[in-house]
């Protein structure tokens, strides 16, 4: 059998000017897969905010407020309030609550806050009004939840509700016990509470983060439907 020379399996060696153009190549692709495994903040902070905006809802219907005799039982509903104060550190954050045990002020005591399910000593708060859930004192001391605020974990720098979802400035979506979502804040409603304020157009919320990524979150009308747009 004839032999085939050794010459025939080898490839003569890289030029110069292939090399370059390999190494050109490989920073290309290199650009592209940093960019693909760049983390997302704002989706991500979306995806958290989502499962909350459900708990919140899972709680009004499990924890209908209503109260023979009381024409105010309706402003105890669950809602979830987003703020940027002081109190937050003066970042985007939220907060679930029921506004029930301080005379329905509008704003959640610590009486009034959701415990964490999965650690029942901490609160559902990224910052609140009371002087012990203050996100700017001694972290040892804070009994809310840091994840809770998005401009502290997320970098999310503004948070924006479409008009839809929105009443005279206020930023709080609440649910009746039977998932449907309201707008605006119970505690000022002059109506009776048959005319509560359902939201009947599609509710978004828009959250930008540091780097200018956005993501859309969708609420639907009567469902309560809470996704993701992008």
Request: charged share 20%; proline share 2%; hydrophobic share 40%.
């Given at each position: 059998m004839k032999k085939i020379p050794q010459t025939h399996f080898f490839n003569k060696a890289f030029t110069m000017l292939e090399l370059v153009f390999v190494i050109i190549v490989i920073g290309i692709l290199s650009t592209f897969l940093l960019q693909e495994t760049k983390r997302n903040m704002a989706y991500e902070a979306a995806t958290q905010l989502v499962s909350h905006i459900r708990y919140t809802q899972h709680l009004a219907m499990v924890d209908d407020r209503f109260a023979a005799g009381d024409n105010g039982w309706f402003k105890e509903r669950w809602t979830?309030?987003?703020?940027?104060?002081?109190?937050?550190n003066n970042k985007q954050a939220y907060t679930l609550f029921s506004d029930g045990q301080?005379?329905?002020?509008?704003?959640?005591?610590?009486a009034e806050i959701a415990n964490n399910p999965q650690d029942l000593s901490r609160l559902m708060t990224g910052g609140a009004t009371g002087s012990d859930i203050r996100l700017d004192i001694r972290e040892d001391t804070f009994i809310g939840m840091k994840e809770l605020n998005l401009g502290e974990k997320f970098d999310i720098e503004?948070?924006?509700?479409?008009s839809a979802c929105s009443f005279s400035g206020s930023k709080r979506i609440s649910f009746d016990?039977?998932?449907r979502p309201l707008k605006g804040n119970l505690s000022s409603y002059s109506e009776a509470y048959e005319n509560h304020r359902l939201i009947t157009d599609q509710c978004t919320i828009t959250l930008t983060d540091a780097d200018g990524e956005e993501a859309v979150i969708a609420i639907e009308p009567e469902t309560g439907y809470v996704h993701i747009l992008n």
């Amino acid at each position: 059998m004839k032999k085939i020379p050794q010459t025939h399996f080898f490839n003569k060696a890289f030029t110069m000017l292939e090399l370059v153009f390999v190494i050109i190549v490989i920073g290309i692709l290199s650009t592209f897969l940093l960019q693909e495994t760049k983390r997302n903040m704002a989706y991500e902070a979306a995806t958290q905010l989502v499962s909350h905006i459900r708990y919140t809802q899972h709680l009004a219907m499990v924890d209908d407020r209503f109260a023979a005799g009381d024409n105010g039982w309706f402003k105890e509903r669950w809602t979830i309030i987003f703020n940027n104060a002081l109190y937050t550190n003066n970042k985007q954050a939220y907060t679930l609550f029921s506004d029930g045990q301080a005379g329905n002020a509008g704003n959640p005591d610590i009486a009034e806050i959701a415990n964490n399910p999965q650690d029942l000593s901490r609160l559902m708060t990224g910052g609140a009004t009371g002087s012990d859930i203050r996100l700017d004192i001694r972290e040892d001391t804070f009994i809310g939840m840091k994840e809770l605020n998005l401009g502290e974990k997320f970098d999310i720098e503004d948070l924006v509700l479409s008009s839809a979802c929105s009443f005279s400035g206020s930023k709080r979506i609440s649910f009746d016990h039977l998932g449907r979502p309201l707008k605006g804040n119970l505690s000022s409603y002059s109506e009776a509470y048959e005319n509560h304020r359902l939201i009947t157009d599609q509710c978004t919320i828009t959250l930008t983060d540091a780097d200018g990524e956005e993501a859309v979150i969708a609420i639907e009308p009567e469902t309560g439907y809470v996704h993701i747009l992008n």
